[in-house]
């Protein structure tokens, strides 16, 4: 048997590169975070995402629309669980799972079209928040139309988080054929339309308003696009607020004409005000010791890193604060009153609008509290820009340039910040609490090898659904192939991989199982049914950069552990000694390489 030692070695740079998926800081969810960097550093080495396949260049700045490769794919996620917030839906989201209901029970080749695909969905659910839907989302946003239904740009150029299920769209593909889902958008489509016209005018009436507060038509940007699509198959407490380059994207789901027009217009503040304080980055730069304030505030790593984004969200918060509905009435005077009775109704109205500033001010202090320190600033730079004729893009150059940064320290000094952040709709998911297998990856790439091992043994005993069973169990005989490797089991690593190649579907496990398993063959010399593996790791390829170059390397050259030498093996060997069993360990391997 191979020593400990040698099949340690075979595990190599997988157990860190196949860890837990725990979201990193500058990628994932939003891919805001590209262009925002793009933007203040100018470094010619970040690349933009391309726009996606809805955004039209020669189309409207502000458009509102649906989108197919959307509604395919929100169909999708509804055929396989996703059961968020049905209940509240649109009366077409049941219509259209009790069609693609009675299509899976009329035909065989559509419920094995749908079990592929729900199974793929199955093994990439790794949050369980709204995140795993957000990035199926953003990759139909970069999908054509059927019947092609392909990604519109090269994946180097799409946004990070739909790079990670890109796998699906064949399947995708596959069952929207099997169950007719165009036939069935034919069908609805004319609901769509209805729900847009709903939309127009509180959507146009919004976004008038909320020009006319910033002095600035929306004209003002040209080659920017923000764009709202409808998609009733989602959820109506999710909204979806995407920034791709320089295209603002908002996905939602309307309810009898009504969405959630504050997160809409949250995102059409950042479409707006995020050019204006972009370009005055290096001005911005010098409020870098307010960081050292907020250090202890419940705010995402992005505000606490960089001045600009806590600026922009900032002055946003400013804005939302001074135009916001306070649910106090405006006082008007009554016509036609007496001269001598005026000062009274005065007083009145001054009473009510003390009131309502009292709210406002109430609102702009929690979001202090929050982190965002520079809203009281902008709230009173705000109130001076109302009384002055110039637009924000002619006063917020004034408003950069002459802040006081020691006074706004002091002042972010005397805050006592909250414990818990609030929701953004243009924030990524929550740290979550590893668990189960993710707890098992996450304790194997620690060293931590009997943990890994107990978490995942457990997770083979648990009965869950088909699917997700399936999923987690050939995940776990993954995880448990590794701990043997380490522990220097290799019948066991070796029949644990195969399980996993038989009863997965997902192309990550896929790939590294036939790489680990032509490694240990390497190691067993053996070289030809080692490349044999190598090819199949790069048939089923992830897309992921580290699977590509590990499988690259074993076609090119024998995985190596330093000491062991096949052609010193090849002299020991008798020549009538028989041929080991494809991956069965041979014996004469040296016990301690060097």
């Known amino acids: 048997m191979l020593c400990k030692l040698r099949f340690a070695a075979v595990l190599g740079i997988g157990v860190l590169c196949l860890g837990v998926n725990i979201p990193r800081a500058a990628a994932q969810s939003q891919p805001r975070a590209n262009a925002q960097n793009s933007s203040s550093s100018g470094n010619p080495q970040i690349q933009l995402e391309k726009a996606p396949s809805l955004v039209d260049p020669a189309g409207p700045t502000i458009s509102l629309v649906s989108s197919e490769p959307v509604f395919l794919m929100a169909s999708a ?68 139309p059927p019947p092609e239904l392909e990604t519109s740009v090269e994946l180097t150029e799409m946004p990070p988080d739909s790079t990670q299920v890109v796998e699906v769209v064949p399947l995708l593909k596959a069952f929207a054929s099997a169950v007719d889902l165009h036939g069935t958008w034919l069908t609805i489509h004319h609901v769509y339309d209805d729900e847009i016209s709903k939309l127009h005018d509180p959507l146009s009436k919004m976004i008038f308003n909320t020009n006319l507060y910033l002095k600035m038509p929306a004209a003002t940007y040209e080659g920017r696009r923000f764009i709202v699509v409808i998609e009733p198959m989602l959820s109506p407490k999710m909204v979806n607020a995407r920034i791709y380059g320089t295209d603002y994207v908002v996905v939602l789901s309307p309810v009898n004409g009504q969405i959630r027009m504050n997160d809409v217009r949250h995102t059409y503040l950042h479409y707006m005000i995020e050019p204006l304080l972009l370009t005055r980055a290096n001005a911005i730069d010098r409020m870098q010791p307010i960081l050292k304030e907020i250090r202890e505030a419940p705010l995402e790593f992005r505000y606490r890193s960089d001045t600009v984004l806590l600026a922009i969200e900032c002055l946003i918060k400013a804005i939302e604060a001074r135009t916001m509905d306070t649910g106090i009435p405006d006082y008007k005077i009554p016509a036609g009153v007496e001269r001598s009775e005026l000062p009274r109704y005065q007083r009145e109205r001054q009473a009510v609008e003390q009131k309502q500033e009292a709210v406002r001010l109430a609102t702009v202090h929690h979001d202090m509290t929050q982190g965002f320190v520079l809203t009281q600033y902008f709230y009173e730079q705000m109130i001076q820009f109302e009384k002055d004729p110039a637009s924000l893009k002619d006063s917020i150059g004034e408003m950069v340039y002459s802040m006081d940064v020691d006074q ?5 000094r005397q805050i006592d910040f909250d414990k818990q952040a609030d929701e ?57 192939a590794r701990a043997a490797i380490l522990t220097g089991h290799a019948e066991e690593a070796i029949t644990r991989f195969q399980t996993t190649l038989a009863t997965t579907r997902e192309p990550r496990l896929l790939a590294w199982s036939h790489i680990y398993l032509g490694r240990m063959l390497d190691l067993e010399c053996k070289r030809d049914q080692a490349i044999a593996e190598y090819k199949l790791a790069l048939e089923n390829r992830d897309g992921q950069q580290d699977t590509r170059l590990a499988a690259e390397r074993g076609v090119k050259g024998p995985y190596a552990v330093k000491g062991h030498s096949c052609e010193e093996d090849d002299a020991d060997n008798e020549p009538d000694s028989p041929p080991a069993k494809p991956g069965q360990a041979q014996h004469n391997v040296p016990a301690k390489p060097q």
């Open 77 to 144: 996620l509804n055929a396989c669980g996703y059961d968020e917030g049905l209940d509240e839906s649109a009366a077409v989201r049941k219509r259209v799972r009790d069609d693609m209901n009675a299509a899976l029970a009329r035909s065989e080749d559509a419920r094995n079209a749908r079990d592929r695909m729900c199974l793929y969905i199955a093994q990439h659910r790794m949050t369980g928040t709204e995140k795993d839907v957000a990035q199926y989302v953003s990759l139909a946003l970069y999908l054509t």
């Open 408 to 412: 706004q320290v002091h002042r972010a």
């Open 424 to 480: 953004d709709v243009l924030s990524r998911s929550k740290p979550r609490k590893l668990e189960g297998l993710d707890l098992a990856e996450a304790r194997l790439a620690t060293g931590d090898i009997g943990t890994a091992s107990a978490l995942a043994r457990q997770a083979l005993t648990v009965h869950a659904d088909a699917l997700q069973a399936t999923a987690d169990n050939a995940r776990a005989n993954f995880i448990l």
